[in-house]
């Protein structure tokens, strides 16, 4: 059994079929329909609503195991993962867990005993402290601003903030705590000094039953937004043989030292030639694949084959690092609105092929990317023969990827990917962030392609082309000249269209008049010509008549932009003024964790008027200007739609 759910699982049920053994699927309401599910012999359904009903839940999951039979359960990463008493119920049950013993679980994720342990081997540590929540304040102040709040049990970058001052502790703390009680089932903090970027570097570990520990070369992690990697490559182009031995003995003195066996990760914190004790993962983690790339290994197959008490098959001198290995995952979010989650459902959904690239994903069309699970989509991974080949085939996969009816990070991850500072290895852990605030920019390519995308709108708006009709028959009799508003993503377009021929139109934009040619059309693409040259998009069909058309790695969202009453502005925009009066709405589908004002308060511009879950993340809702609450249209515990009204703020007296 696989006590997971989308691509972790259907990567473990890919390895598991390969070995030959039969395989069950767990699996809840809102996957249903998922690819997972479908990818097991069996399934087995999880009753409940929540995640701590569902996913978490130790004693659900163990009485499915023991009901249908299995012999062992893989948890994948994240969820029950490192949850020591998971562990010890199934092995308690008489199941084989695949993964460490649970005291090891238990030992490296108490920060205390974890930091203790480390101490007495010799290796740096990085000055922190664990407690009770009132305790850590003090803490704080000892350690100095800026603090990192982590979730004691967690990972995956899953409840972590930074704090700058005394004053936004507490509520951080809160917020953090809640953060990994609803996602760890856990909801112990942990607080660190905050190093200014440094560079993340983890080493993967394999350990056996019979005394064997072997590392697997490093990892460079150090490309984070919301402190969670998106790209990850190894080896590292940092790290010389001197530094990888150094870091892959500590890692095995860790190993060695608490008799840990299974699949494991000891992350560091790099600066300059010191590196620091982060953290052990005792799990297989998101970024394995790029490790599996350049050794060959398979790393699920060895957790099996440990878990079944078998030694590991090579020794350490007989790994080798082959070339280079770079992944890159692709959220459902918005990187312009700060990496907010972007739910929906994919209208067109086509993974890219290409020689040395793996693609790790549990989507397809018509699959829905919720607001109950992380936005992941896929990971897409490259290899080639040095980094720069690695580079350049991971930009040629992720321009190929499709995918239409959600926002998506691509054009970010590609954008960061071409420049000098990621291509010279020199990218730390706030890269990310600085990049997102200089350098990164959908609008200047937006507005290249304004005048093709209003004509790309017209053509895919018509019947197929090759019906023996003009085009003015296609598109509906319209006049001679039209002045179509189009909405293009976030851009509202004002033009004016001219007939020219039986297959051609002039757009005016901003003074400038450019006649297109249609070349080619199909249900999937569309090819127009001007005098600069041709312009090819893959497109499909949204809501209301919308399009969705892309040119290499770059989406667009195309339609009519309607003058609207108050009555539909309210159901369309975030936060429309009407009459004097502001409505607060939901930017996401989630659930409401905190409401923190009342009728009548006064608020500030900044201030946190509630705090809404989705995707596993808390967004604070923020008072955008000096106002008074006047109606509160939602309770805490509540799950709301997309636009839907939450708070009434007004600039009455």
Not at 186 to 206: A, F, M, R, S
Request: glycine share 8%.
């Amino acid at each position: 059994m696989v006590a997971n759910r989308g691509e972790i699982a259907v990567r473990i049920f890919k390895t598991l079929r390969e070995m030959g053994i039969r395989t069950i699927a767990l699996y809840c309401g809102a996957d249903k329909d998922s690819l997972h599910r479908r990818m097991a012999d069996e399934s087995l359904f999880l009753k409940g609503n929540s995640l701590a009903e569902t996913y978490l839940n130790t004693d659900q999951v163990v009485a499915l195991a023991k009901h249908s039979g299995v012999d062992a359960i893989h948890p994948g990463y994240g969820f029950l993962s490192e949850n020591p008493a998971f562990a010890l119920a199934v092995k308690e049950a008489g199941l084989i867990f695949i993964g460490p013993d649970p005291e090891a679980i238990r030992m490296m994720g108490n920060k205390v005993e974890a930091r203790e342990l480390v101490k007495s081997l010799g290796i740096p540590l990085i000055e922190g402290a664990t407690g009770l929540t009132h305790d850590l304040a003090g803490h704080a102040e000892r350690i100095g601003f800026p603090v990192l709040i982590k979730a004691a049990a967690g990972g995956g970058g899953k409840g972590m903030k930074v704090v700058a001052s005394r004053e936004a502790l507490a509520e951080t703390l809160e917020s953090t705590s809640r953060e990994a009680k609803n996602y760890f089932g856990d909801g112990q903090v942990y607080l660190e000094k905050y190093l200014e970027n440094p560079h993340h570097i983890e080493v993967q570990l394999l350990a056996d039953t019979h005394g064997n520990v072997v590392t697997l070369f490093e990892r460079e992690c150090s490309i984070q937004r919301r402190y969670q990697k998106i790209i990850e490559e190894a080896p590292s182009p940092l790290i010389d043989e001197e530094m990888r031995e150094r870091l892959m003995e500590a890692a095995r003195k860790i190993a060695r030292k608490i008799g840990y066996t299974n699949a494991g990760t000891i992350e560091f914190l790099l600066a300059g030639r010191e590196f620091f004790f982060l953290e052990m993962n005792t799990r297989i983690q998101v970024e394995h694949p790029v490790t599996e790339m350049i050794t060959g290994v398979d790393i699920v197959r060895e957790q099996v084959n440990i878990a079944n008490g078998n030694p590991i098959p090579f020794l350490q001198n007989d790994l080798k690092i082959n070339g280079h290995a770079i992944e890159a995952r692709v959220y459902a979010e918005d990187p312009i609105q700060g990496f907010m989650p972007s739910p929906g459902k994919l209208v067109r959904y086509q993974e890219p092929r290409l020689k040395d690239l793996r693609i790790d994903a549990a989507l397809e069309n018509g699959s829905e990317v919720g607001s109950e699970f992380d936005p992941m989509i896929a990971k897409v991974i490259a290899h080639g023969e040095n980094r720069q080949e690695a580079i350049q085939k991971l930009i040629q996969g992720l321009s190929g990827f499709i995918l239409h009816g959600v926002q998506t990070n691509i054009p970010f991850l590609t954008q960061l990917l071409r420049t000098e500072i990621f291509a010279n290895g020199k990218a730390d852990t706030g890269f990310c962030n600085r990049f997102i605030l200089d350098g990164f920019s959908q609008d200047n390519h937006t507005r290249n392609h304004e005048p093709a995308l209003i004509a790309a709108f017209l053509f895919a708006s018509a019947r197929l082309a090759g019906e023996n009709l003009s085009i003015w028959e296609k598109i509906g009799f319209w006049r001679m000249q039209i002045s179509p508003e189009l909405k293009v993503s976030r851009r509202i377009i004002r033009s004016r269209v001219w007939q020219v021929g039986p297959e051609q139109l002039t757009v005016e934009t901003a003074g400038e008049k450019i006649t297109f040619s249609l070349l080619k059309k199909t249900p999937q693409e569309l090819v127009l010509e001007d005098s600069h040259g041709m312009h090819s998009f893959t497109y499909s069909q949204g809501e209301e008549g919308s399009f969705f058309f892309q040119n290499e790695e770059q989406v667009y969202h195309v339609g009519h932009f309607r003058a609207l009453d108050n009555e539909r502005i309210s159901e369309l925009s975030e936060n429309p003024q009407l009459d004097g009066e502001l409505l607060i709405k939901a930017p996401m589908h989630g659930r409401i964790i905190k409401i923190n004002v009342n009728v009548a308060d006064q608020v500030n511009k900044g201030d946190t008027l509630l705090i809404l879950e989705s995707m596993k993340m808390e967004n604070r809702i923020i008072a955008t200007g000096n106002a008074k609450v006047e109606k509160i249209d939602v309770k805490a515990g509540e799950t709301v739609a997309s636009n839907k009204t939450l708070i009434h703020l007004s600039n009455n007296p």
